[in-house]
Every structure is written in C-alpha cells, then in structure tokens.
C-alpha cells in the first residue's frame, strides 16, 4: 500500500485544504499519516478523522522578538530530529508540504532521506517556507495562477470540501423571485472587528430595502451585535461558527468577507458575488493580491478597510442587489475561476511521484 505523509498545521487556510486532500488520498486507499503541532487547529480536526498524527515542536516566527530568532537554529534542529524518527516510524513513499512553520523541518529532512517532496502554496504571495523548499520539491501546485515568489507551479486551485462545489449554479439560484436581499458575512474564526463593530450602522444606510444578514461573528459577543442589527429594523442571524458553509453560500446573494485564501476558494466553488475587505496586516499584503485575482476577472469587488467606514462601496452593494443580471454576472465569473477537481489534482500529484519512488 502507498504511504504518503501530510506536512500542515496552524492555521485552518493550510490545515482545511490538507482535509480536504487527505479524504481523496483516504478514497484511493493510501496510508496516510500526519505531522502538525500539538497546539494547531490540526490538534484536534486530525485525530477526529482518524489519520495517524505526529507532532513536533515548531512555531512560527513571523514578528518574532530576537530572543526567539536567536533560538532559532536550536528549535529548527530539535524539529527536524523529531521528524527524522517519525519518518524513521511511518515509512512514507512521499510527504505532502503544504507550507507553514510546519513543513519546513519535515520537507529539509525528507528531501535529504531521498523522498519526494510535494508543496502545495494557497496564497498568490508564497510563504517563506514553500519559497525555501519550492526548490527542492519535485511538484509544486498553487491555488493561484503564478503565485509571486515560486516559479513553474501547476496551477491546481485550493482543495475545498466536495458539498461547496455541488451548490447549484448561480442562474439557477438567484433567479428566484424573493422579496429579500440576502447578506453573508463571514470574520474568521476570530471574526473581523470591523464587520462586528460597523456591519450594521452601515448596512442600515445603505437603502437596500428588505434584507437579511447572517453574520458570523467568530469568538465574540454574538448578542451585542444582534442588538445593533436589532436597532435598525435588519433581520438577522448571528452566529459564532457556521458548520454548514455549502447551506451558508447557497442562502446568499453576497458574501462581505476577508480574502484569505480558502475563503476565495469557497465563493469561487459555490458561485457567489463577493465583496472582499483584506485583512491590512496580512504578510506581504497577501490578502489584498489574492483579491485583485478575482476583482481583475470581474468576479468580485474590494475594499481597501481604511475606505470601509467611508460607506462609498454601499452604491456598489445596492447596484448588485437591486440588478439580478449583474448579480448573476459577477456570481458566474467567480464560478468559472472555481478549480472544484483540485484535492483530486493534488492527491494524482502526491501518488504519481510516490509510485514513482517505490
């Protein structure tokens, strides 16, 4: 049986589209196994699904103080010994990267057993360790066509979950003669301060007649938000987390939200007009490229979040609402950027090198 290793952690944009591989490898009958944190999202989502899973002590580094990139090398090399044993113990064919603090000591020590190495990069601004181990990778695939900083990668789109994809198409969902206009807001897991905090007032200024919002709020105060909708006659659904995020799309007719990786890949599989806010402090301003990507193929629209409470892009929100055509439209051209065949691209990918290797 093929074995294939799963280098992710942290943050749910590397350890999702991990999952969403992950299932496709598990259909093709692979024995997989997985190195992450014990701290990371990863921690939990993993053993849940019943993939073996390893740990190791990284973190990363990103606005470190200088007492930790002093450390440095210590912890690089003490990472690096743990995955030599777990290598040592999983016997993989092949190790999936999917970048993150995670797979860079699995990816140097894989490399130097002689395993092929494949990376996959969500964002359209590489991180510092796929830029490091693109290099040394037998395949590298992006979520975004060329992204900046990894030259000759395969343009495979982000794996999303399968139920997102087989949202029936925007003409087909939003010809539907309701009365109501239909808000998704999505923060985050940690939700978006700006959305919590100016979402309401400014939507009850917009002018759009009747409407809904389901608003997800992240780790934050749920209740107080529902008043401020409340105040301004808005009907409203609040919520922390959204489990159903294929019945979240569907409802929609816009989606406000940050431009983080997977998100994007969401909206493009489920086909629905976005407005994206990109988070400002995102490293290399990765957020802000990853929209324009869509912004440039007429599939959504930005707003710079230092133009946010100016309110100028509410005409925009309007237009759309109040014009199916454009609506649709623009839904349609998200749609056609969508890469709904890409955990099948990527899982082809990891086994053609590891039959390769065996």
């Known amino acids: ?33 997985w190195v992450g944190t014990g701290r990371g999202l990863e921690s939990r989502l993993v053993p849940e699904s019943g993939i073996p899973f390893d740990t190791i002590a990284i973190r990363g580094l990103r606005g470190s103080g200088p007492a930790r990139l002093l450390a440095l ?42 395993l092929p190495l494949v990376l996959h990069e969500q964002n359209s601004v590489a991180g510092l360790t796929n830029k490091c181990l693109a290099r040394i990778s037998r395949v590298v695939m992006s979520g975004f066509p060329s992204p900046r900083g990894i030259r000759n990668s395969i343009w495979s789109g982000n794996p999303v979950r399968a139920s997102i994809s087989e949202i029936p198409e925007p003409s087909v969902r939003l010809c539907a003669g309701r009365p109501e206009a239909r808000i998704l807001v999505l923060g985050g897991s940690q939700g978006a ?31 107080g938000i529902r008043a401020g909708y409340a105040r301004l006659d808005i009907s409203c659904r609040v919520e922390r ?12 007719d816009v989606v406000i939200c940050r431009a983080g990786a997977m998100t994007i890949a ?13 988070y400002p402090h995102a490293v290399d301003d990765h957020q802000a490229i990853n929209a324009e990507f869509l912004v440039r193929n007429h599939a959504a629209l930005m707003v710079r979040e230092e133009e946010w409470r100016k309110g100028h892009w509410l005409r925009e929100l309007k237009r759309l609402l109040d014009n199916r055509d454009a609506l649709i439209a623009m839904a349609g051209a998200a749609r056609r950027l969508a890469k709904p065949g890409a955990s099948r691209f990527v899982a082809n990918a990891c086994m053609e090198v590891a039959c390769a290797n065996s």
């Open 73 to 114: 090398p210590f912890m690089l090399l003490r990472a690096m010994a743990q995955v030599f044993r777990i290598i040592r113990k999983r016997k993989p064919d092949a190790i999936l990267g999917m970048g993150g603090f995670v797979a860079g000591p699995g990816g140097l020590v894989g490399a130097a057993l002689g």
């Open 241 to 252: 987390f959204i489990d159903d995020m294929a019945g979240a799309y569907a409802w929609s």
């Open 193 to 223: 301060a700006v959305f919590n905090s100016d979402l309401p007032e400014l939507l009850g200024r917009a002018g759009i007649g009747a409407l809904e919002v389901w608003h997800q709020c992240g780790a934050r105060d749920a209740s």
């Open 1 to 33: 049986m093929t074995r294939i290793m799963i280098l992710a952690g942290g943050t749910g944009g590397h350890v999702m589209p991990a999952l969403a591989v992950a299932e496709e490898l598990a259909r093709q009958q692979v024995e997989l196994s």
């Open 266 to 278: 969401e909206i493009c599989c489920a086909g629905v007009a976005a407005i994206f806010v990109p």
